[in-house]
């Protein structure tokens, strides 16, 4: 019988952790991640758990200690959030181009500068091209059932690449919720032991890692990188769906909610798919053909499985947390759109940037984007390329005099 | 404990020939007489920073050590090796593995008083059972000889040139050694290539199989940077000794021991003059800069002296 319990969403990532029991965690401490090291460390100091923690004096050690751990032959782990990410970058790469099959347990949080401790996805957006596999979650429950997943993801012999399990900070991370626990024996044997192949400590047959390589045999390695992040794709979809038959959770690179015949769709990564919902749910009562993409595995990157859920759609709006200065539009829209460039044409898309630096993200203007959607397609209403939402002083509405939209919202003022 | 060294010198090599290290490099012939100390049928990881040593003993597809090595980056040899000692740790007590091992990691001046000072600091602080060894060649010579805060004062690099309104580097080198000993760790030690070898030897010996922490400081010229003939460096490095600009000694528990103490201290000139990179201090009308670099190295001999006899 699967636990019933209530957790935030870092007690939840704690304790598969301490479910999986890996070998090393280095870990520095930064809002809002820092409670992940203080539950796994508490864990650890009562003897629930036998996993060595490495107190680091910086992020950069933490992944570079992982790395160390992980070639050695252990199964690694740390967590970070925000600008922890950005000070271990050079360490990203080099976990997986060494193909070192550890997790990361992000806390999504705005980078500096104004430096702000909320909620956005510019950490992980920017670690997008560092060959880390990324998973996101909605909630608590997600993030801890990813967790679960991560290894056996990771470390599968067609894929050995590090794996990033994000969450939203303070929004699921610190948030309590209700969530349905896997027993410790369920979780020890769907995850099993890790056994490398090639390791530092392996007596027989020693091992170098880390090596100069020219440009002779660089490419080849980053041509190699990337086939295993195609080869994750399968293996994704495997273990999502064994890990349904065990707790009946399946899961998949994303999440179709009410989309099937959905005329206007949101795509959209974490948290605010649960308040997109909540806005998916009204408006259909309304009789409005609404529907939402929410993305779980952003590297891989499934764009022809996204352009395919989409392509019944007349407007998307793709909703991105983190900026990307393209002046374009955020790193979602840029490869949602390239996806549907390839595989969808005749898909309109649109690229909103929400929710940085935590600023709210309302069912309202979730429901004011989909009626401006409408607007367009159906009025021939404006609605820009690129926009923000949200900021101080606007309402959250593209076209609030829109034929058919609500003039009245401006619930989105700070 | 004995030392032969030619019982020593025909162990079998830990670092194979082969790699790609400049002739008469100081950095490969510490490696080496480290790694002698290794008993035989110990089993090692080797850790590196990013340098000369890593870039010249493991490219790809070749690698120069026998045993088991890991290169990550620049500045986090030190956290890296944290992570290797402590998975071996976890899987020696899970059973998983049951050799044992001896854990050294190698870094030149800049990964190790510069950009890895850090991560180093972290390691040790934790008290990490493994020898940190930095191969002080007094600059980054891999990336072409700029200053790091090893190079002495006044030694002429490619960031720090002599001319017309220049006389080299500006500052005094870091003493490592002595921060390293600050942080309480179970041995320090600080020594050079002399003679046969006793002294780096028994110190790599002892640092190696003391518990926790371990750090050596190897003086280890580099004839590129330090513009000396290449069959002269344990002459330089004999200098080094004897003018007491490289002392050897080593914090053993907490307790300071000077192992060597020259019978005549040479003046410095004796150690700059052989070396191209202080050609400009032995130009007339530059005499003030010799004597400013005698008194720096006499300070730093009497504080020495002091911490030694105070124990």
């Given amino acids: 019988m699967a636990i019933r319990e209530r957790l935030s969403g870092n007690e939840a990532i704690s304790y598969a952790i301490k479910q999986v029991n890996p070998d090393v965690m280095p870990a520095f401490p930064i809002t809002p991640s820092t409670e992940i090291p203080q539950y796994v460390a508490n864990y650890i100091a009562n003897g629930e758990m036998d996993t060595d923690f490495i107190p680091v004096e910086s992020e950069h050690s933490s992944m570079s200690a992982t790395v160390g751990a992980s070639a050695a032959g252990a199964r690694a782990l740390t967590a970070t959030s925000s600008c922890g990410l950005a000070l271990m970058w050079e360490e990203l790469y080099v976990a997986a181009s060494n193909r070192l099959p550890l997790a990361l347990c992000l806390v999504n949080r705005a980078l500096s500068g104004p430096i702000n401790i909320n909620c956005d996805h510019s950490d992980s957006m920017g670690a997008r091209d560092t060959g880390f596999i990324q998973i996101y979650a909605e909630n608590n429950q997600e993030a801890y059932d990813n967790f679960v997943q991560a290894y056996r993801i990771s470390e599968h012999k067609d894929v050995r690449l590090p794996i990033m399990i994000c969450q939203d900070g303070f929004i699921t991370s610190h948030a309590v919720e209700n969530i349905e626990l896997l027993e410790d024996e369920k979780v020890k044997n769907f995850v099993g032991e890790y056994n490398p192949e090639n390791f530092l400590l392996n007596a027989d047959q020693p091992m170098a890692v880390g090596p100069y390589a020219v440009s002779n045999y660089y490419m080849e390695t980053k041509m190699a990188q990337n086939t295993a992040m195609q080869n994750a794709k399968q293996v994704i979809l495997d273990v999502g769906k064994e890990f349904g038959e065990l707790s009946g959770r399946s899961y998949g690179f994303f999440e179709e909610y009410r989309l099937e015949d959905a005329d206007y769709a949101f795509v959209i990564i974490g948290s605010a798919a649960g308040t997109s919902k909540d806005a998916v749910d009204k408006l259909r009562e309304q009789g409005m053909k609404v529907g939402l993409l929410k993305l779980r595995v952003f590297r891989p990157f499934p764009d022809i499985e996204i352009a395919k859920a989409l392509s019944n759609c007349k407007a998307v709006a793709i909703m991105d947390r983190s900026e990307s200065f393209r002046s374009k539009g955020g790193p979602l829209g840029a490869e949602v759109k390239a996806a549907l460039y390839d595989y969808a044409k005749h898909v309109t898309a649109f690229n909103l940037i929400y929710g940085l630096g935590g600023r709210d993200f309302t069912v309202e203007s979730a429901e004011g984007i989909f009626k401006d959607l409408a607007a367009y397609v159906e009025t021939g209403k404006a609605f820009e390329e690129y926009r923000y939402v949200g900021l101080r002083g606007e309402s959250y509405s593209i076209a609030r005099t829109a034929k058919g939209a609500t003039s009245d919202i401006t619930s989105d003022r700070v | ?311």
């Fill in chain 2, 1 to 311: 404990m004995s030392y032969n060294f030619k019982q020593e010198m025909n162990k079998p090599e830990r670092l194979a020939p082969g790699h790609r290290m400049c002739a008469g490099c100081g950095g490969t012939i510490a490696v080496r007489a480290v790694l002698r100390a290794l008993h035989e049928g110990d089993k090692a990881v080797i850790g590196n920073a990013t340098g000369c040593l890593e870039v010249s003993t493991f490219m790809y597809p070749y690698t120069a050590y026998e045993d088991s090595y890991i290169h990550n980056a620049f500045e986090n040899a030190g956290a890296t090796m944290s992570g290797v000692e402590t998975a071996y740790n976890v899987l020696k007590r899970k059973g998983k593995i049951d050799d044992t091992y001896k854990f050294i990691t190698f870094g030149g001046d800049g990964g190790t008083y510069d950009i890895g000072l850090q991560s180093l600091s972290g390691a040790m602080e934790r008290n990490h059972d493994f020898v940190y060894v930095c191969y002080d060649n007094g600059a980054y010579m891999n990336t072409g000889i700029q200053r790091s805060s090893a190079t002495p004062m006044y030694a002429d690099t490619t960031t720090t040139p002599v001319g017309s309104q220049s006389n080299g580097k500006m500052q005094n080198r870091k003493d490592l050694a002595t921060i390293l000993a600050a942080h309480d760790i179970p041995y320090v030690g600080q020594s050079t290539l002399l003679g046969n070898f006793k002294d780096l030897h028994t110190k790599a010996e002892k640092a190696i199989y003391t518990e926790g922490a371990a750090f050596l400081n190897v003086m280890a010229p580099c004839p590129r940077g330090w513009r000396y003939p290449t069959e002269d460096i344990m002459e330089i490095c004999k200098l080094g000794v004897e003018t007491c600009y490289w002392p050897l000694f080593e914090v053993d528990h907490g307790k300071w021991i000077l192992n060597y103490e020259p019978k005549k201290k040479l003046p410095i000139e004796d150690f700059l003059r052989p070396q191209g990179r202080f050609k400009h201090l032995f130009k007339k009308g530059n005499e003030d800069l010799l004597v400013q670099f005698q008194e720096e190295v006499d300070r730093r001999w009497e504080d020495l002296l002091y911490r030694c006899a105070r124990d």
